[in-house]
T-cell receptor
C-alpha cells in the first residue's frame, strides 16, 4: 500500500532563509508525488508534481522538490522564505489503482518569522 | 471563472439535521472526489465518481450519500448529522482518474454541527 510521512509537523524559519520540508514515501511501484499548499481558510493549491520525468521538479513561487528513489524521499525546498509562504504543506502520493486516488501526508505547518 | 466551486462555504447546523453540499466543476474533468479534512488538518478521501459512476467508496457511514447527476456535478448529502461530522469538506476533480495529473480543489465547506 502507498503511504507518505511528513517528518516535521511544524517548521519555523526567518524571512529570507531557506525552507526545507521533509517527506518520505512508501510505494510498491513508481509513484506520482505532489506537494500541495493550503493557506489559512483556503482550498488546496498544487505546488508541483513528480511523474517519473526529471527528478528535480520546479513548482510555483520558487519552490522545488527532488525525487530520490534510493532514499524514498521527496523533500520540498525554497532558497529564500517569504512571509506569504506561511501555510500548511501536504506531501501526496498517488494510490495503488488507476482510480485517481491521492493519499495525503499529515501536513507540515510552515511559520515564517519577520 | 471558478474551476471547482462548492456551496455553501460555511454550514452550521444542529445534530440530527440533514444537509447537502454541492460541487460543480467547469474544467471538463471526468472524475470528481470528496475529501474530509479533520480538525488536525488530515485529509482523507471519502468518495470518487468517474462519469457519474461511483469508483471509490471508503469506509464512510452510510449517512453520507454522494450523488452525481452528471460528470460536472458531485453533491454530498448527509443524514442525521452528528458532532463528529464537523470538518471541512473538499470537492476536487481530475481528468479521467489519472493519478499523475493531480487534483483541482474547491475552496472547501466548513461544516459545524452543534
Amino acid at each position: 500500500a502507498q503511504s507518505v510521512t511528513q517528518l516535521d509537523s511544524h517548521v519555523s524559519v526567518s524571512e529570507g532563509t531557506p525552507v526545507l520540508l521533509r517527506c518520505n514515501y512508501s510505494s510498491s511501484y513508481s509513484p506520482s508525488l505532489f506537494w500541495y499548499v493550503q493557506h489559512p481558510n483556503k482550498g488546496l493549491q498544487l505546488l508541483l508534481k513528480y511523474t517519473s520525468a526529471a527528478t528535480l521538479v520546479k513548482g510555483i513561487n520558487g519552490f522545488e522538490a527532488e525525487f530520490k528513489k534510493s532514499e524514498t524521499s521527496f523533500h520540498l525546498t525554497k532558497p529564500s522564505a517569504h512571509m506569504s509562504d506561511a501555510a500548511e504543506y501536504f506531501c501526496v502520493v498517488s494510490g495503488s489503482s488507476n482510480t485517481g486516488k491521492l493519499i495525503f501526508g499529515q501536513g507540515t505547518t510552515l511559520q515564517v518569522k519577520p | 471563472d471558478t474551476a471547482v466551486s462548492q456551496t455553501p462555504k460555511y454550514l452550521v447546523t444542529q445534530m440530527g439535521n440533514d444537509k447537502s453540499i454541492k460541487c460543480e466543476q467547469n474544467l471538463g474533468h471526468d472524475t470528481m472526489y470528496w475529501y474530509k479534512q479533520d480538525s488536525k488538518k488530515f485529509l482523507k478521501i471519502m468518495f470518487s465518481y468517474n462519469n457519474k459512476e461511483l469508483i471509490i467508496n471508503e469506509t464512510v457511514p452510510n449517512r453520507f450519500s454522494p450523488k452525481s447527476p452528471d460528470k460536472a456535478h458531485l453533491n454530498l448529502h448527509i443524514n442525521s448529522l452528528e458532532l463528529g461530522d464537523s470538518a471541512v469538506y473538499f470537492c476536487a476533480s481530475s481528468p479521467s482518474g489519472v493519478p499523475n495529473y493531480g487534483y483541482t480543489f474547491g475552496s472547501g465547506t466548513r461544516l459545524t454541527v452543534v
